[in-house]
């Protein structure tokens, strides 16, 4: 009996970067850092992809500056990426970066079979806008609630409770460097094994299709998170040409 | 066919990425013919899909034992319960209790009861996944949904939680999604309720729903799909869900087509696990029967190997046995054993060659018989094991040079197998003497 006229699929692994463009990134270098990082973090991506076919990796990201906007709108399979730098200038407009993924995060459009999203929210200072109302907006979603929400904090200016906010409750006992806590980036090197380790290793655990009980205590990770690489340095320590 | 429904089919697959993954296969299935006390057949199909996650390690035990905990609670509870009543509004809403209630806390003991025997065994054995000392004994290892639908010549019912999908497809081919789990609006993503949450009998309530089924004279057939959530989770939209779940509910797959259409589905979609059991009704197709059948048989139990698909005969050995104990089970050895009936209508359903080839492969079994090196009585005992040994010890006349005219399956046996089954037994007869030279 010949298969049916259906259409199978693969799950959309939606995967959104936040972007702090404000004026103190465009400062030792950290905008060229953090395009730098993303565009080489794009091979390992789509090596994941292809070793995770039942899902299928999107990318999409979020810039703010004096206001948020879809620096990628659409989502993009990782093969057809192509990084266009992003540009610092203006203040930081952080609430608004979550609000308009809250946005993107409501169903529709996002599919009903899709796995938990991962976002990545980047950021070297503090909100100069309303983030508790971007916060609440991102979290009243489900698939807000649901995505895996990783923070990394460019140099030592960053508001890391903000940051924890967007992450979830932090593991009472664990390392100042647990995932589910803000990831500190205090050069380009840990940069850009950070985005490394958030777009290759978690997106491969999030592209396991594996059920979780619910009501889940609020403490419960959405997705087991891989360890951090160890080869990841102290924020303190001087290493690589510059330190944020 | 009993009392108008099929015996149900049921098939498990391991997802292509566990396999991938070298992980087992995390779902299981079941599917039995059981009797009320009334002595009417009831046919049971069970899904079941552990969690997989680092928290539950032991899921895939955890979904066999929900089958079988499934099984062997609907069968216990429906030997003290008679399926007459059921014709009536009151009648019906009692077993619909039954169904959201009290069934639901009876499978959830008898699984917490199983699982923590697993969990001593193992603890006691050293065995993998038992990590903490036995008196450290937790359910969220083993957790598990479990998704189970009743069929009764009066009325169908299902019960059970977490995400797995029912589907009604009629005659027309029309299918409708008449059971899921819905946690929340905009999207569930890979949450589900689960076996190993202390109110899991309370769970269930919201999933018990109790159909009647139309008088004889009215009413068309229609087919049940149950399947756990990989199959809907491969399809681009529920559009495709139910298109798919119509075609799966036509009938015609069995055995490794259906293995192979489900590895299909896993691969080309979620590379989630994948399981399915379907059952067809047909009014008008029931039959006179005696009330007081005692037997329940099991039709088919998935195992946990990866890849293995259905009809595991160890494992429905296994699982008869453990209900022994609890609906003191009176075996029926063949001829009229269901299973050897089932067999009979899939081998008559077959062109001859096929039938042929069927027997030749057992021609060992044909030579040990002629031989008296194997008990006919032994192979007909172990009909549900093996039951086409059973038809074949059923032909076997040990006093005659041919097959004996011993009824099979009721006289069912169609003339292509009654023709292979004695072309085998010919081809053992010693050839005709020469006759003497003529002087």
């Known amino acids: 009996m010949p298969f049916p006229a259906v259409r199978l699929a693969s799950r ?124 609440r907006s991102l979290l009243a979603e489900p698939w807000g609630q649901k995505a895996v929400r990783l923070a990394i904090a460019m140099g030592h200016d960053a508001d890391l409770e903000v940051l924890q906010q967007f992450i979830g409750p932090g593991t009472a006992a664990g390392p100042d460097r647990s995932p589910r806590r803000p990831l500190q980036a205090g050069n380009a090197t840990s940069l850009a094994r950070y985005i490394q380790w958030a777009s290759t290793a978690v997106v491969g655990a999030a592209s396991m299709p594996a059920s979780r009980v619910a009501p889940a205590p609020s403490s419960e990770e959405s997705i087991p998170l891989p360890d951090l690489p160890p080869t990841v340095m102290d924020p303190t320590d001087d290493v690589g040409p510059l330190v944020w | ?175 409708q999604l008449v059971s899921e789990e819905v946690l929340e609006p905009g999207g569930g993503g890979d949450r589900t309720c689960s076996l190993c949450q202390q109110e899991a009998p309370t769970l269930c309530a919201g999933r018990g729903r109790l159909h009647p089924l139309p008088p004889q004279s009215g009413g068309g057939s229609f087919a049940l799909v149950l399947c756990t959530d990989g199959i809907r989770k491969g399809c681009a939209t529920d559009a495709d869900f139910l298109a798919l779940s119509a075609w799966l509910a036509e009938g015609t797959l069995a055995g490794e087509e259906l293995a192979g259409a489900l590895d299909r589905i896993s691969a080309e979609g979620s590379g989630d696990d994948v399981s399915v059991a379907m059952a067809t009704f047909r009014p008008g197709a029931a039959a006179d029967l005696p009330l007081n059948r005692p037997t329940p048989s099991v039709v088919a139990l998935s195992g946990r190997r990866p890849g293995r698909t259905w009809a595991v005969g160890a494992a429905v050995a296994a699982l008869a046995a453990l209900a022994a104990g609890v609906l003191a089970l009176r075996h029926r050895p063949p001829p009229g054993d269901p299973a050897v009936h089932r067999l009979v209508q899939d081998l008559c359903r077959r062109t001859p060659q096929e039938i042929a080839g069927t027997l030749s492969s057992r021609r060992r079994q044909f030579e040990d018989l002629r031989r008296g090196r194997s008990s006919a009585v032994a192979l007909r005992s172990a009909a549900r094991q093996d039951p086409l040994g059973a038809l074949i010890a059923a032909s076997f006349a040990p006093s005659g040079p041919t097959m004996g005219e011993r009824p099979v399956a009721d006289g069912s046996l169609c003339p292509a197998l009654r023709e292979a089954l004695r072309r085998q037994w010919r081809q053992l007869d010693p050839p005709p003497s020469p006759p003497p030279p003529s002087r």
Request: with cysteine; hydrophobic share 45%; charged share 20%.
């Open chain 2, 1 to 175: 066919m009993v009392n108008g429904w099929d015996p149900p089919i049921a098939c498990s697959r391991t997802g292509t990425a566990h396999r991938r993954r070298g992980t087992p296969c995390q779902d299981s299935t079941a599917a039995a013919t059981l009797h009320s006390s009334d002595g009417l057949p009831v046919q049971v199909m069970a899904v079941a899909d552990g969690h997989g996650s680092r928290q539950h390690p032991l899921s895939a035990v955890g979904s066999r034992l929900a089958c079988e905990a499934a099984l062997l609670a609907v069968g216990r509870e429906l030997g003290g319960r008679a399926l007459a009543g059921s014709a009536t509004p009151e009648g019906r809403a009692c077993w619909l209790r039954w169904l959201a209630g009290e069934l639901p806390a009876a499978l959830h003991a008898d699984w917490l009861a199983a699982i923590r025997r697993d969990w001593v065994e193992r603890c006691a054995a050293g065995a993998a996944g038992a990590t903490e000392p036995a008196e450290d004994f937790s359910a969220l290892p083993y957790g598990s949904t479990l998704g189970l639908v009743v069929m009764t010549p009066l009325w169908w019912g299902c019960t059970g939680l977490g995400d797995w999908d029912l589907v009604r497809v009629d005659s027309s081919g029309t299918a």
């Open chain 1, 12 to 135: 959309p692994l939606h995967f959104l970067y936040l972007c702090d463009c404000s004026g103190s990134m465009a400062a030792r270098g950290k905008m060229q850092a953090l395009n730098q990082a993303i565009r080489e973090s794009l091979p390992g991506m789509v090596d994941v992809a292809r070793r995770n076919p039942e899902a299928r990796l999107l990318v999409r990201a979020v810039s703010f500056a004096d206001s948020a906007a879809w620096h990628i709108a659409s989502p993009t399979p990782v093969e057809e990426l192509v990084w266009r730098d992003l540009q610092a200038g203006g203040v930081t407009a952080m609430g608004e970066a979550l609000e308009l993924v809250a946005a993107a995060l409501r169903s529709p459009p996002m599919e009903e079979r899709a796995l938990p999203p991962v976002l990545v929210l980047i950021s070297d200072g503090q909100p100069t806008d309303d983030v508790d109302r971007g916060l």
